[in-house]
């Protein structure tokens, strides 16, 4: 069957770095993208990874290894407002999203 | 600019009741979805729609109809509405889908509990 794992639940200190993982299995894989959710509010797009290796957006960096079925979100310098819950989606063969339960992140002062 | 607009924005609904949610996009977006999203899962998949006047089946489509007529809107319809589709209701579109890799655009979703 298809699947993405990732924590339930992170915490991270304000001004830190945080790492957020995922692992996924599906069928076929046409890439993995990576969405913010506030509490309340739609998701929104934050990255996409087909190829290996490390994507860097800003704050945000988005690594993947094809061959380990493995990505993480790399959050730098964080702030209050990137508590947020992250959702880890692969795009499967039929090029439909397989969503993970996503992280919720607490930042803390 | 608006993006995807969904109504209404929440629902109380007695079971076994008819309801269509509604959903409009002005990007021009060629794929829309319909998801729903329950706690302490990942969003599932309803409905697509790859382009106007094609519909496909999600993950969880049963209970579920669409329809496509044209690009901007994807009405979704609960024929007869039962406890367990209680969940929060998102739409989404991208520029291409069934070939292409755009990210997807969601609207701001509808609540709807099913009493």
């Known amino acids: 069957g298809q699947n993405i794992d990732q924590p339930t639940e992170m915490t991270a200190t304000e001004g830190a770095i945080v790492q957020i993982n995922c692992t996924y299995q599906?069928?076929?894989?046409?890439?993995l993208f990576w969405y913010q959710q506030h509490a309340g509010e739609a998701p929104t797009f934050l990255s996409y990874?087909?190829l290996d290796g490390l994507e860097e957006k800003g704050r945000f960096s988005s690594f993947l290894s094809r061959s380990k079925g493995y990505s993480y979100l790399l959050l730098k310098e964080l702030q209050m407002k990137d508590s947020a819950s992250y959702l880890c989606?692969?795009?499967?063969?039929?090029?439909?999203?397989?969503w993970g339960a996503g992280t919720k992140l607490i930042i803390k002062p | 600019t608006a993006g995807i607009t969904q109504a209404p924005t929440s629902q109380i609904l007695a079971a076994g009741r008819s309801m269509t949610l509604r959903c409009t996009q002005d990007?021009?977006?060629?794929?829309m979805y319909w998801y729903r999203q329950d706690l302490g899962l990942g969003l599932r998949l309803i409905h697509y729609?790859?382009?106007?006047?094609?519909?496909g089946k999600g993950e969880v489509p049963d209970g579920y109809s669409v329809s496509r007529a044209n690009t901007d809107d994807f009405p979704l319809t609960l024929a007869s509405a039962v406890p367990s589709q209680t969940s929060v209701y998102f739409c989404?579109?991208?520029?291409?889908?069934?070939?292409?890799?755009?990210?997807?655009?969601f609207g701001d979703g509808t609540r709807l509990s099913i009493l």
């Open positions: 989404a579109s991208s520029m291409t889908g069934g070939n292409g890799n755009q990210p997807q655009h």
């Open positions: 990007m021009r977006h060629n794929a």
């Open positions: 729609s790859n382009t106007a006047g094609t519909t």
């Open positions: 599906t069928s076929g894989f046409n890439g």
């Open positions: 990874n087909v």
């Open positions: 989606a692969a795009m499967d063969s039929n090029y439909q999203l397989i």
